[in-house]
């Protein structure tokens, strides 16, 4: 038997170098992976250890000890997530949100709710999706295609809410403008949680974007961020043990400004987000699963320049998708067979009417249209046992897309084998072809700024992986090597002033990724984690390759639990950072976190959290020009009734 893979000394210096002088300090940072089920990899439960995929497990409640209130700032502490943000509460322009990318592949990780697809034109917004509806999250790095369609190429996050819920109230105040509110209400088979966070004024949190004449006047202009409030609703209505409902409500409203270098407001930029999500799932406990879904997101943003405060500049849109999956499994004792349906329809409309600039006039009213689009899936699994060691997972998927903008079909085929080595260790490999569809943006949107290409075809590419596992019950190691190679890719060019999206682009990225946890004693649990790659670019087939995102992300985390009180200390360490358009280096980011709870009496616990505990100022997406906000605390109080 393996009881040590890699001695804890070695991999304790490792972390410690990779993190630098600051983390040295405190190496930390919290990934669980929990022995248990997962259902995400490959559509039916599998141990860890019997997945011939790298996946891990995290419990919303083990994700609430990041600090984080969402499931987007929870995970980017976690090995092998590549976070990207703009504003420090999510903010962001339209078409953008805080991005979370596995295997360093931007708009190519699939989020699910409940196993279904829950993004908008390749926006997740993760950062929107309350902990307090989460049971539990399941990522699964690699290509997920097969099972679940577009957009999986990197991997698939899995958010699973909750069946039921705790009675409970949370109230927490900080600094910087912080509110915090929730509750949530368990009812017999009913269960509601709502809640409300909050965060003020920012100030300047960006390089000089450019100039702008205000009052005859060319003023440097930078980007700072308003109040930012986000809401959210989650309702569950089991009906018996086969048949539940669920629902989600999502809104983020903010603001965000040019601003001058004294912070005299520019321009204001005024958003208003809201998503829907709504499932009913069946489930008859003997292989037959369906689900009916409705997702909805609607985005409202009035813009105005201090010279016209009040002319209005604005957009519009919908995006409105639903559909239904059914997928059935039979078994016996050497074979598994998975057989499932899905049909979906899109629907988007945006209107808008934008200011001519250079001038603060309005240009005429734009509406671009109600463009639809219909999605037609057949996809199946045959998991065959080998021998008493081996199994072999052979796995195709049709897709049939009717669009206004043409048709499609896309062939995915998989293989996956695993060998367990004993009750401890398994060594698997797999390969499998993805795509991606062009969203109803890139299609059809155009502004002052943006042309549309309704000629645009889907991205394809193929995922390689190779990996070995190791769980003790104590001890959790994982190491994986992977290559992607994707042709087509949606880049943008300039046409007439204008920029547009084309398939021109191919991507490549060959890496490596290991995670190594240990439960050093009851009270304690060390994590160490992070994976070195090469993730790289060229917009033609004839251009050079170029560097992108970042090279390589280390995370470390000690959480301590015993009696009344617990801790967790979480870093994640981002280098090798460099901007795709000027192949210049970037500065390495370094998150931090640190997260303490004391029951101070029975039912009610007294929370601190501090974010950016070294107060660093790094650009929180590498092709950006924004800035991390400084040190942040935030002080709580949970009561369970």
Wanted: with cysteine; charged share 20%.
């Amino acid at each position: 038997m393996m009881k040590k893979i890699i001695p804890l000394h070695l991999l304790l210096g490792l972390s410690i170098l990779a993190t630098g002088n600051a983390a040295a300090q405190t190496e930390a940072l919290q990934e669980y992976s929990l022995p248990g089920m997962n259902v995400t990899a490959l559509g039916y439960e599998k141990s860890n250890l019997e997945t011939p995929a790298d996946v891990t497990v995290y419990s919303g409640e083990e994700l609430k000890k990041t600090g984080a209130n969402d499931v987007a700032n929870a995970l980017k502490y976690k090995a092998g997530v590549f976070f990207t943000q703009m504003g420090p509460h999510d903010q962001s322009w339209i078409t953008g949100n805080s991005t979370l990318s596995l295997r360093g592949v931007k708009g190519g990780t699939l989020v699910l709710i409940n196993g279904v697809p829950a993004s908008f034109n390749n926006a997740s917004h993760l950062d929107m999706m309350n902990l307090d509806t989460v049971e539990k999250v399941e990522v699964v790095k690699g290509g997920g295609a097969v099972l679940y369609g577009s957009e999986a190429y990197g991997g698939v996050i899995n958010v699973i809410t909750k069946d039921s819920y705790k009675n409970s109230v949370h109230v927490a105040v900080g600094n910087k403008g912080q509110r915090d509110y929730s509750a949530n209400i368990g009812a017999g088979k009913l269960g509601v949680s709502f809640g409300r966070n909050e965060m003020g004024e920012t100030g300047i949190l960006s390089e000089k974007i450019g100039t702008k004449n205000v009052f005859g006047t060319n003023i440097p202009y930078y980007m700072g961020y308003g109040d930012s409030k986000k809401d959210h609703i989650g309702v569950s209505y089991k009906f018996d043990d086969n048949l539940q409902f669920n629902y989600m409500f999502n809104k983020k409203k903010y603001t965000m400004d040019y601003l001058s270098a004294n912070e005299e407001i520019v321009q204001h930029f005024m958003y208003d987000d809201r998503e829907h999500f709504a499932q009913m799932h069946f489930d008859d406990k003997k292989g037959l699963e369906a689900t009916a879904y409705y997702n909805e997101r609607s985005i409202r943003n009035p813009d105005y320049w201090a010279v016209t405060p009040n002319v209005l500049e604005w957009e519009r849109s919908n995006h409105k998708h639903y559909g239904a999956d059914v997928k059935k499994v039979w078994e016996n004792e050497d074979d598994k067979i998975l057989v499932g349906v899905n049909t979906k329809r899109e629907l988007y409309i945006n209107e808008n009417q934008k200011f001519k600039y250079p001038t603060n006039n309005l240009k005429d009213y734009a509406c671009f249209g109600t463009f639809a689009l219909n999605g037609y899936s057949l996809y199946g699994q045959y998991d065959r046992k080998l021998s008493d060691a081996t199994n072999l997972v052979l796995s195709m998927r049709e897709d049939l897309v009717r669009s206004d903008a043409g048709n499609y079909d896309a062939f995915l085929p998989q293989l996956q084998v695993l060998t367990k080595l004993d009750s401890e260790n398994s060594l698997y490999a797999n390969a499998g072809r993805s795509f991606r569809m062009p969203t109803f943006r890139q299609l059809y949107y155009s502004s002052g700024m943006i042309a549309s290409n309704p000629d645009l075809k889907p991205e394809y590419g193929w995922n390689y992986e190779a990996g070995y596992k190791h769980d003790n019950g104590k001890e959790q190691f994982k190491a994986a090597v992977f290559h992607i190679d994707l042709d087509d890719q949606i880049t943008s060019r300039k046409v007439n002033g204008l920029s547009q999206s084309y398939n021109a682009a191919k991507y490549k990225n060959t890496g490596i990724e290991l995670s190594y946890t240990n439960q050093l004693d009851e009270n304690l649990t060390w994590t160490v984690g992070g994976i070195y790659s090469k993730p790289q670019n060229k917009t033609t087939n004839t251009a050079p390759w170029k560097d992108v995102l970042g090279k390589y992300q280390v995370m470390t985390s000690i959480d301590y639990q015993h009696d009344k009180t617990n801790a967790s200390l979480n870093l994640s360490y981002m280098g090798g950072r460099v901007n795709n358009s000027k192949q210049t280096d970037v500065k390495p980011i370094l998150l931090s976190n640190l997260h303490v709870g004391h029951e101070f009496f029975a039912n009610a616990t007294l929370t601190l959290d501090i974010n950016n505990i070294f107060n660093r100022r790094d650009l929180t997406d590498p092709d950006g020009l924004y800035y991390t906000q400084g040190r942040t605390f935030l002080v709580g109080l949970n009561y369970n009734f």
